[in-house]
Protein backbone atom coordinates (compact mmCIF):
# COMPACT_ATOMS: atom_id res chain seq x y z
CA UNK A 1 0.00 0.00 0.00
CA UNK A 2 1.39 3.20 -0.90
CA UNK A 3 0.68 7.19 0.17
CA UNK A 4 0.14 8.01 -4.01
CA UNK A 5 -3.68 8.33 -4.25
CA UNK A 6 -3.12 11.45 -1.05
CA UNK A 7 -3.09 14.48 -2.46
CA UNK A 8 -0.78 16.96 -2.30
CA UNK A 9 -0.60 20.26 -0.45
CA UNK A 10 2.48 22.85 -1.11
CA UNK A 11 4.02 23.80 2.37
CA UNK A 12 5.38 27.14 2.47
CA UNK A 13 5.04 27.36 -1.73
CA UNK A 14 7.99 25.35 -2.14
CA UNK A 15 7.72 22.05 -0.27
CA UNK A 16 5.16 19.90 -2.18
CA UNK A 17 4.07 17.34 0.48
CA UNK A 18 1.05 14.03 0.36
CA UNK A 19 -2.00 15.48 2.49
CA UNK A 20 -1.52 12.23 4.73
CA UNK A 21 1.36 12.21 7.30
CA UNK A 22 3.13 10.45 9.99
CA UNK A 23 3.26 11.37 13.46
CA UNK A 24 6.54 10.17 15.09
CA UNK A 25 5.54 10.34 18.79
CA UNK A 26 4.48 7.08 20.05
CA UNK A 27 7.55 5.30 18.61
CA UNK A 28 8.97 6.68 21.80
CA UNK A 29 8.67 4.53 25.73
CA UNK A 30 4.94 4.97 27.65
CA UNK A 31 4.44 8.27 28.67
CA UNK A 32 5.81 9.34 25.89
CA UNK A 33 9.28 8.99 27.82
CA UNK A 34 12.47 7.02 27.36
CA UNK A 35 12.76 4.27 24.57
CA UNK A 36 10.32 1.91 22.85
CA UNK A 37 10.18 -1.46 24.29
CA UNK A 38 11.88 -2.92 20.82
CA UNK A 39 14.04 -0.02 19.12
CA UNK A 40 14.22 -2.38 16.09
CA UNK A 41 10.39 -2.74 15.33
CA UNK A 42 9.86 1.37 15.42
CA UNK A 43 13.22 1.85 12.60
CA UNK A 44 11.09 -1.28 10.96
CA UNK A 45 8.17 1.18 11.16
CA UNK A 46 9.70 4.35 10.81
CA UNK A 47 11.32 2.60 6.82
CA UNK A 48 8.10 1.42 6.01
CA UNK A 49 6.80 4.76 6.29
CA UNK A 50 8.83 6.38 4.28
CA UNK A 51 8.48 3.38 1.80
CA UNK A 52 4.89 4.03 1.78
CA UNK A 53 5.55 7.44 0.38
CA UNK A 54 4.76 9.35 3.10
CA UNK A 55 6.91 12.56 3.00
CA UNK A 56 5.99 14.35 5.76
CA UNK A 57 7.14 13.01 9.48
CA UNK A 58 6.42 15.40 12.30
CA UNK A 59 7.91 15.35 15.63
CA UNK A 60 9.18 17.16 18.66
CA UNK A 61 12.75 17.58 20.52
CA UNK A 62 10.31 16.83 23.59
CA UNK A 63 8.77 12.98 22.27
CA UNK A 64 11.41 10.87 24.15
CA UNK A 65 12.48 13.55 25.29
CA UNK A 66 15.01 13.18 22.14
CA UNK A 67 14.06 9.40 21.26
CA UNK A 68 11.98 10.15 18.46
CA UNK A 69 14.48 12.75 16.69
CA UNK A 70 17.41 9.99 17.04
CA UNK A 71 15.25 7.08 16.09
CA UNK A 72 14.26 9.24 12.94
CA UNK A 73 18.15 9.81 12.06
CA UNK A 74 18.92 6.30 12.68
CA UNK A 75 16.00 4.69 10.50
CA UNK A 76 16.28 7.44 7.68
CA UNK A 77 19.41 8.89 7.13
CA UNK A 78 20.27 10.06 4.63
CA UNK A 79 17.14 11.08 3.94
CA UNK A 80 15.39 10.45 0.63
CA UNK A 81 14.65 13.51 -2.02
CA UNK A 82 11.55 15.06 -0.75
CA UNK A 83 10.48 13.52 2.20
CA UNK A 84 10.08 16.79 5.12
CA UNK A 85 10.95 15.90 8.58
CA UNK A 86 9.42 18.61 10.98
CA UNK A 87 10.43 19.06 14.34
CA UNK A 88 8.92 21.06 17.56
CA UNK A 89 10.37 23.62 20.03
CA UNK A 90 9.12 25.15 23.29
CA UNK A 91 7.90 22.16 25.47
CA UNK A 92 10.00 20.35 28.41
CA UNK A 93 9.94 17.10 30.09
CA UNK A 94 10.53 17.23 33.79
CA UNK A 95 8.86 13.59 33.96
CA UNK A 96 6.70 11.41 31.92
CA UNK A 97 3.56 12.36 31.32
CA UNK A 98 4.34 15.86 32.39
CA UNK A 99 5.15 19.16 29.78
CA UNK A 100 5.88 22.18 30.24
CA UNK A 101 6.48 25.49 28.59
CA UNK A 102 9.90 27.04 27.86
CA UNK A 103 9.53 29.35 24.85
CA UNK A 104 12.64 31.72 25.91
CA UNK A 105 14.34 32.75 22.59
CA UNK A 106 17.68 31.22 24.11
CA UNK A 107 16.12 28.09 25.00
CA UNK A 108 14.41 27.71 21.76
CA UNK A 109 18.16 28.66 20.31
CA UNK A 110 19.78 25.49 22.13
CA UNK A 111 16.98 22.51 21.39
CA UNK A 112 17.01 23.91 18.08
CA UNK A 113 20.75 23.02 17.20
CA UNK A 114 20.00 19.78 19.37
CA UNK A 115 17.06 18.75 17.02
CA UNK A 116 19.60 19.61 14.08
CA UNK A 117 22.47 17.54 15.50
CA UNK A 118 19.87 14.57 16.58
CA UNK A 119 18.51 14.44 12.94
CA UNK A 120 21.52 15.29 11.37
CA UNK A 121 20.45 18.18 9.32
CA UNK A 122 21.99 21.47 8.49
CA UNK A 123 18.42 23.01 7.98
CA UNK A 124 15.16 21.88 9.44
CA UNK A 125 12.20 21.99 6.84
CA UNK A 126 9.98 22.56 9.18
CA UNK A 127 10.16 23.70 12.26
CA UNK A 128 7.74 24.97 14.99
CA UNK A 129 6.75 26.48 18.01
CA UNK A 130 5.38 23.63 20.74
CA UNK A 131 3.39 26.27 22.62
CA UNK A 132 3.21 29.67 23.63
CA UNK A 133 4.64 30.20 27.17
CA UNK A 134 2.53 32.56 29.29
CA UNK A 135 5.86 34.18 30.70
CA UNK A 136 7.40 34.85 27.61
CA UNK A 137 5.54 37.13 24.85
CA UNK A 138 4.82 35.07 21.33
CA UNK A 139 5.89 37.44 19.31
CA UNK A 140 9.59 36.77 21.58
CA UNK A 141 9.56 32.91 20.82
CA UNK A 142 8.97 33.87 16.90
CA UNK A 143 11.23 36.42 16.63
CA UNK A 144 13.97 33.99 17.97
CA UNK A 145 12.82 31.23 15.16
CA UNK A 146 12.98 34.03 12.50
CA UNK A 147 16.87 34.47 13.48
CA UNK A 148 17.28 30.91 13.16
CA UNK A 149 15.85 31.11 9.76
CA UNK A 150 18.00 33.92 8.59
CA UNK A 151 21.24 32.07 9.94
CA UNK A 152 19.59 29.55 7.46
CA UNK A 153 19.14 26.69 10.28
CA UNK A 154 15.15 26.27 10.14
CA UNK A 155 13.60 26.45 6.21
CA UNK A 156 9.58 27.34 7.50
CA UNK A 157 8.43 28.23 10.38
CA UNK A 158 4.81 26.68 12.08
CA UNK A 159 3.38 27.24 15.18
CA UNK A 160 1.31 25.29 17.62
CA UNK A 161 -1.48 24.91 20.20
CA UNK A 162 -2.02 28.85 19.19
CA UNK A 163 -5.38 30.53 19.28
CA UNK A 164 -7.09 33.03 16.75
CA UNK A 165 -5.21 35.85 18.05
CA UNK A 166 -2.00 34.40 18.96
CA UNK A 167 -1.67 32.95 15.44
CA UNK A 168 -2.16 36.62 13.69
CA UNK A 169 0.46 37.84 16.51
CA UNK A 170 3.17 35.34 15.60
CA UNK A 171 1.83 36.04 11.54
CA UNK A 172 3.10 39.46 12.36
CA UNK A 173 6.28 38.52 12.84
CA UNK A 174 7.54 36.28 10.60
CA UNK A 175 5.55 33.81 7.81
CA UNK A 176 4.07 31.30 9.19
CA UNK A 177 3.28 28.19 7.10
CA UNK A 178 1.34 25.95 9.62
CA UNK A 179 -0.77 25.51 12.39
CA UNK A 180 -0.41 22.48 14.56
CA UNK A 181 -3.64 22.55 16.59
CA UNK A 182 -6.05 19.32 18.60
CA UNK A 183 -8.85 18.60 16.16
CA UNK A 184 -10.46 15.68 15.11
CA UNK A 185 -14.23 14.83 14.12
CA UNK A 186 -15.52 15.28 17.94
CA UNK A 187 -13.26 18.46 19.07
CA UNK A 188 -13.77 21.23 15.95
CA UNK A 189 -12.78 24.14 18.66
CA UNK A 190 -10.30 24.68 16.18
CA UNK A 191 -12.86 25.41 12.83
CA UNK A 192 -12.29 29.32 12.88
CA UNK A 193 -8.28 28.26 12.59
CA UNK A 194 -8.56 25.87 9.91
CA UNK A 195 -10.87 28.18 7.65
CA UNK A 196 -7.91 31.19 8.64
CA UNK A 197 -5.29 28.05 6.85
CA UNK A 198 -7.24 27.23 3.89
CA UNK A 199 -7.88 30.89 3.19
CA UNK A 200 -4.26 31.77 3.45
CA UNK A 201 -2.34 28.92 2.44
CA UNK A 202 -1.24 27.56 5.53
CA UNK A 203 -0.95 23.79 6.66
CA UNK A 204 -2.95 22.86 9.26
CA UNK A 205 -1.82 19.77 11.13
CA UNK A 206 -4.05 18.36 12.84
CA UNK A 207 -2.71 16.38 16.57
CA UNK A 208 -4.67 13.50 17.90
CA UNK A 209 -6.78 13.29 14.77
CA UNK A 210 -8.23 9.88 15.83
CA UNK A 211 -8.51 11.10 19.64
CA UNK A 212 -5.99 7.55 20.51
CA UNK A 213 -8.82 5.23 18.75
CA UNK A 214 -11.83 6.70 21.15
CA UNK A 215 -14.11 8.54 18.48
CA UNK A 216 -16.44 6.07 17.66
CA UNK A 217 -19.51 5.63 19.63
CA UNK A 218 -22.30 3.16 19.70
CA UNK A 219 -24.86 4.09 16.98
CA UNK A 220 -22.24 7.30 15.90
CA UNK A 221 -22.99 8.44 12.69
CA UNK A 222 -18.73 7.51 12.37
CA UNK A 223 -19.72 4.00 13.60
CA UNK A 224 -22.69 3.83 10.93
CA UNK A 225 -20.64 4.66 7.72
CA UNK A 226 -17.73 2.45 8.90
CA UNK A 227 -20.00 -0.22 9.50
CA UNK A 228 -21.48 0.63 5.99
CA UNK A 229 -18.28 0.86 4.03
CA UNK A 230 -16.69 -2.33 6.15
CA UNK A 231 -13.61 0.33 7.07
CA UNK A 232 -12.90 1.02 10.52
CA UNK A 233 -13.90 4.48 12.80
CA UNK A 234 -10.18 5.57 12.32
CA UNK A 235 -10.51 5.10 8.91
CA UNK A 236 -13.34 7.34 8.38
CA UNK A 237 -12.66 9.88 10.63
CA UNK A 238 -9.20 10.25 8.55
CA UNK A 239 -11.12 10.48 5.55
CA UNK A 240 -13.57 13.07 7.02
CA UNK A 241 -10.25 14.94 8.05
CA UNK A 242 -9.32 14.92 4.15
CA UNK A 243 -12.45 16.16 3.29
CA UNK A 244 -13.18 18.63 5.59
CA UNK A 245 -10.54 21.10 4.68
CA UNK A 246 -7.61 20.92 1.52
CA UNK A 247 -5.38 22.91 4.13
CA UNK A 248 -5.77 19.45 6.84
CA UNK A 249 -2.89 17.30 6.45
CA UNK A 250 -3.46 14.65 9.41
CA UNK A 251 -0.23 12.94 10.98
CA UNK A 252 -2.14 10.03 12.48
CA UNK A 253 0.57 7.76 14.99
CA UNK A 254 1.17 4.79 15.68
CA UNK A 255 4.17 2.61 17.13
CA UNK A 256 2.56 -0.57 15.33
CA UNK A 257 3.01 -1.08 10.75
CA UNK A 258 -0.35 -3.07 11.19
CA UNK A 259 -2.15 0.15 12.43
CA UNK A 260 0.27 2.49 10.21
CA UNK A 261 -1.21 0.57 7.08
CA UNK A 262 -4.77 0.79 8.37
CA UNK A 263 -4.65 4.76 8.30
CA UNK A 264 -2.84 4.96 5.21
CA UNK A 265 -6.01 3.06 3.09
CA UNK A 266 -8.31 6.16 4.64
CA UNK A 267 -6.25 7.99 1.59
CA UNK A 268 -8.50 5.96 -0.69
CA UNK A 269 -11.94 6.57 1.04
CA UNK A 270 -13.72 9.43 -0.74
CA UNK A 271 -16.62 10.33 1.38
CA UNK A 272 -20.18 11.52 -0.39
CA UNK A 273 -22.02 14.81 0.16
CA UNK A 274 -24.66 12.73 2.07
CA UNK A 275 -22.27 11.15 4.53
CA UNK A 276 -20.25 14.69 5.15
CA UNK A 277 -23.65 16.05 5.96
CA UNK A 278 -24.55 13.07 8.27
CA UNK A 279 -20.83 13.64 10.20
CA UNK A 280 -20.91 17.59 10.39
CA UNK A 281 -23.12 17.40 13.62
CA UNK A 282 -19.39 15.50 15.10
CA UNK A 283 -19.85 13.25 18.07
CA UNK A 284 -22.79 14.58 19.66
Keep these: MQAANSAVFSLGGDLPIRRLGFGAMRITGPGIWGSPPDEDAAIRLLRRVAESGITLIDTADSYGPGVSE ?4 RALHPYSN ?7 GGLVRPAPDRWVADCRPEHLRHVCEESLTRLRLERIDLYQLHAVDPRVPIEDSIGALLDLQR ?7 GVSNVSADQLARARRVAAIVSVQNHYNWADRSSDPIVDVCACDGLAFIPWYPLAAGRLAQRGSALADIAQRRRTTPSQIALAWLLR ?16 FEENLRAAEIELSEAEMH ?7
Excluded: D, E, F, Y
Excluded at 151 to 157: S, V
Design 70 to 73: TLIA
Design 82 to 88: GLVIATK
Design 151 to 157: AGKIRHI
Design 244 to 259: RSPAIIPIPGTSAIVH
Design 278 to 284: ALSGGAA
